[in-house]
């Protein structure tokens, strides 16, 4: 894992001063760290865990705030995380089924990068010392050209020493040798989170969280190791040995419990719980031993008691009542940077202030309607309807907005795949006629599909 620490914060605070400046260039981008975050702000509290969602990717390239950094994201963060006093240590991670990379602005502005340093795939992570204060996230897409969903999961130790500590793992990080004792080693913690296990290896099933559950140093190698799960309910093994390679399973363990084992060089072995439904959770038991007789029947009590790490939540959108929109932020729009209206995790009441050439200033923003969600345009002081758009399309979705020219913006409305649903995306180019937003162009698709040549 690569971690980067720079202190730029004088750096960032020109760039926000760059990003309002009419002096820019017409074709420079730069990093908004002032601004709303684009998926909202969560309170991170020691020994509890988080998950968050959005959209990765962006026109901004991370490496022009540190030579070390890589990916493209938004100018405005991601998440904007409040670090709780009395934390030591703060783990990020993000999983996505694109190449994703992490930028984390501390409070005192350092700044941390990462890459491809996540237990899985290409996904980044980042582990670091904490202080209590704000830390900005950017979620990046290594490629200026692509981005996608993403999962978010972040947690903090408290201070002093744990029983356990967590070394990247949610519920904490053991060693075993051949021959040592106690035997079996028996942990615990809560099983499941929000990514599929099936996207990490086809063979495996099951909901899983991003970090592991657990970390296994092997000091020796095992000529059988045999893990062991013990739930009230039905669960899953993901397991990754030192070589790389993947074993998983859902019952062979009987009662609806998962049992792997199999032969393992020393090294690092890779341990998640997972539920077998999405949405699933609930407290476990996992025994790590070289005893063959040994099942989720005689496992008998933890004899490590990791640190207790609530289940990440399930983000859930609370829209505001009809009425007046409730602004919350104005953001200024400027040339191709697009402004989040709504996103997961992210309460309605950011407005992006329009400016066309030659007109008075326009407010585009996003409420909810008697029939589900209407964006709307606000003309000096009077509030036209530009479209309306339906609860089962705009629920978990993104809406941004993006000045094409002085005279248009793209109101670009995504919603990712997610389980049964499928996905898509709707986009309308907006243009001023006689003083009065208007539709000139619109179209409907399937998520990931080519838009049309007028939205891209």
Do not use: K
């Not at 409070?107 to 670091?128: K, S, Y």
């Not at 007109?359 to 209407?374: A, N």
């Amino acid at each position: 894992m690569r971690v980067v620490r720079t202190n730029v914060g004088t750096c960032l605070g020109l760039a926000a001063a760059l990003t309002a400046s009419t002096a820019a260039g017409a074709g420079a981008q730069y990093l908004s760290p002032q601004a709303q975050p684009s998926y909202g702000s969560a309170p991170l509290e020691p020994n509890r865990g988080i998950a968050l969602r959005g959209i990765a990717g962006g026109p901004v390239s991370l490496s022009s705030v540190d030579r070390s950094c890589r990916g493209y994201a938004q100018p405005m963060p991601n998440h904007i995380l409040n670090v709780s006093p009395g934390t030591a240590q703060v783990s990020i991670g993000a999983s996505s089924n694109v190449d994703t990379t992490l930028m984390v602005q501390t409070p005192d502005g350092r700044i941390l990068c990462d890459d491809d340093g996540g237990p899985v795939g290409m996904n980044p992570l980042l582990q670091f010392a904490a202080v209590p204060g704000q830390y900005r996230v950017w979620v990046g897409s290594y490629s200026s050209s692509s981005g996608g969903p993403y999962n978010l999961e972040a947690s903090a130790v408290g201070g002093g020493p744990p029983s356990v500590q967590p070394q990247g793992a949610l519920y904490g990080a053991i060693e075993m040798t051949d021959g040592a004792r106690p035997d079996p080693m028996v942990l615990q913690g809560n099983f499941g989170g929000p990514v599929q296990a099936s996207s990490i290896n086809g063979s495996c099933r099951g909901w899983i969280s991003g970090p592991p559950s657990h970390i296994i140093n092997a000091r020796s190698g095992f000529r059988n190791l045999r893990f062991v799960g013990r739930a009230d309910s039905d669960t899953t093994l993901v397991v990754r040995y030192p070589d790389g390679h993947f074993q998983c399973d859902d019952d062979s363990g009987g009662a609806a419990n998962p049992l792997v084992e199999g032969p393992t060089g020393p090294g690092q072995i890779l341990v998640w719980i997972g539920a077998y439904s999405n949405g699933n959770s609930g407290p476990y038991m996992l025994g790590v031993t070289t005893v063959p007789g040994i099942n989720y029947s005689n496992l008998g009590s933890p004899v490590i008691a990791p640190p207790q790490v609530i289940p990440p939540p399930q983000v859930v959108i609370t829209p505001p009542p009809t009425g007046i929109p409730q602004v919350t932020a104005r953001v200024d729009l400027l040339p191709r940077i697009p402004v989040t209206l709504i996103g997961p995790g992210m309460a309605l009441g950011t407005v992006a202030v329009w400016s066309p050439r030659g007109g008075s200033p326009v407010e585009v923003g996003i409420q909810r309607s008697r029939d589900g969600y209407r964006v709307y345009a606000v003309i000096n002081g009077q509030m036209q309807t530009v479209v309306e758009l339906p609860p089962a399309f705009i629920e978990q979705s993104v809406v941004t907005v993006m000045q094409r020219d002085g005279q248009r913006v793209l109101v670009r409305a995504e919603q990712a795949p997610n389980g049964s649903v499928a996905g898509q995306q709707a986009l309308m180019l907006v243009q001023m006629v006689n003083g009065a937003p208007t539709i000139a162009e619109q179209w409907i698709g399937a998520f990931g599909a080519a838009a049309p040549r007028w939205a891209r």
